[in-house]
T-cell receptor
Framework: GAVVSQHPSWVICKSGTSVKIECRSL??????MFWYRQFPKQSLMLMAT?????????EQGVEKDKFLINHASLTLSTLTVTSAHPEDSSFYIC?????????????FGPGTRLTVL | QKEVEQDPGPLSVPEGAIVSLNCTYS??????FMWYRQYSRKGPELLMY????GNKEDGRFTAQVDKSSKYISLFIRDSQPSDSATYLC???????????FGTGTKLQVIP
């Protein structure tokens, strides 16, 4: 099956610093990548949809200047949490859709746990 | 009303039992339906993927979609302790459209 990796798997940072999370599709090309946030015991909340070579589309309520998304190639998307604060502590998960095939099938990365002190 | 409703559980069953997990939805545009399994502190893993109404079987897992009732199910036969996880239903209208997730049902299979 399709494999998506994320790096780092967990990160602890001080309040006010920026953190970059990478999402890679390892064995397929992903035209579209998605970034989700998941708080404890809650479902995934879509933050933004990222299309290769164009600007990301953010969901309502998600600050685009705080959560910078770059999808520079068909295998790599990055999420940068700028000036992170404790309330940004969460589990961030990316997913990727294959360029071939149809439907909304998405393959998820293992997630990145961010803790902001 | 949420677009997708899923009983959060937890659901506890003895090993070997048949498990039935369900979701209802309100958006008639949804055509693609998925079930994901998520272990604690891990990303979701795609289990089943179906298009439109009907059944799909893969090993011990069977997914059913009834679009007329806006109701989808996942059945797990001969449940194992390793099946203990949170199961998320998900659906989309297609292409690379937004995927809407249920809240997840936590399943515990007791040896």
């Amino acid at each position: 099956g399709a494999v998506v990796s994320q790096h780092p798997s967990w990160v602890i940072c001080k309040s006010g610093t920026s953190v970059k999370i990478e999402c890679r599709s390892l064995d397929f090309q992903a035209t579209t990548m998605f970034w989700y946030r998941q708080f404890p015991k809650q479902s995934l909340m879509l933050m933004a949809t990222s299309n290769e070579g164009s600007k990301a589309t953010y969901e309502q309520g998600v600050e685009k200047d705080k959560f910078l998304i770059n999808h520079a190639s068909l295998t790599l998307s990055t999420l940068t949490v700028t000036s992170a604060h404790p309330e940004d502590s969460s589990f961030y998960i990316c997913s990727a859709g294959q360029t071939s095939g149809s439907g909304g099938e998405q393959f998820f990365g293992p997630g990145t746990r961010l803790t902001v002190l | 009303q949420k677009e997708v409703e899923q009983d959060p559980g937890p659901l506890s069953v003895p090993e070997g039992a048949i498990v039935s997990l369900n979701c209802t939805y309100s958006n008639s545009a949804f055509q693609y339906f998925m079930w994901y399994r998520q272990y604690s502190r891990k990303g979701p893993e795609l289990l089943m993927y179906t298009y439109s109404s009907g059944n799909k079987e893969d090993g011990r897992f069977t997914a059913q979609v009834d679009k007329s009732s806006k109701y989808i199910s996942l059945f797990i036969r001969d449940s194992q302790p390793s099946d203990s996880a949170t199961y998320l239903c998900a659906m989309t209208s297609g292409g690379y459209q937004k995927v809407t997730f249920g809240t997840g049902t936590k399943l515990q299979v007791i040896p």
